[in-house]
């Protein structure tokens, strides 16, 4: 049984950073989909961003239009953890983060919560103004 389990997570003042880790673990598919995904009080679930890789190659990577120009998806193979670097926080982007997990996505459904098959348990980030 695979495991995602995130960290990273706090408390910052606007235009400040956070750095968010997901180590994934358990997880036998030579490719993977690994998305971020965010969900603030009484909203649906936003996606943030994915990686799509595996087999030597890197096949989609993108970030939600909410998020381009401030926040940096990546990840390290080797260490099983994927990343989201976040400059510039607003109090909007205030919410828990989860990272997901399937061994397929696209670009037509990385952003849809019901593409992925397994889940974190979250990191909460809280942005004051």
């Not at 690994?34 to 961003?49: L, S, T």
């Not at 926080?89 to 459904?109: P, Q, V, W």
């Amino acid at each position: 049984q695979g495991q995602l389990v995130e960290s990273g997570g706090g408390s910052v003042q606007a235009g400040g950073s956070l750095r968010l880790s997901c180590v994934a673990s358990g997880y036998t598919q030579t490719k993977k989909c690994m998305a971020w995904f965010r969900q603030a009080p009484g909203k649906e679930r936003e996606g943030v961003g994915v990686i799509y890789s595996g087999d030597g190659g890197t096949y989609l990577t993108k970030l939600s239009n909410s998020v381009k120009g401030r926040f940096t998806i990546s990840q390290d193979s080797a260490k099983n953890t994927l990343y989201l670097q976040m400059n510039s926080l607003k109090s909007e982007d205030t919410a828990m983060y989860y990272c997901a997990l399937n061994g397929y996505c696209g670009t037509a459904n990385w952003y849809l919560d019901r593409t992925y098959s397994a889940w974190g348990q979250g990191t909460q980030v809280t942005v004051s103004s």
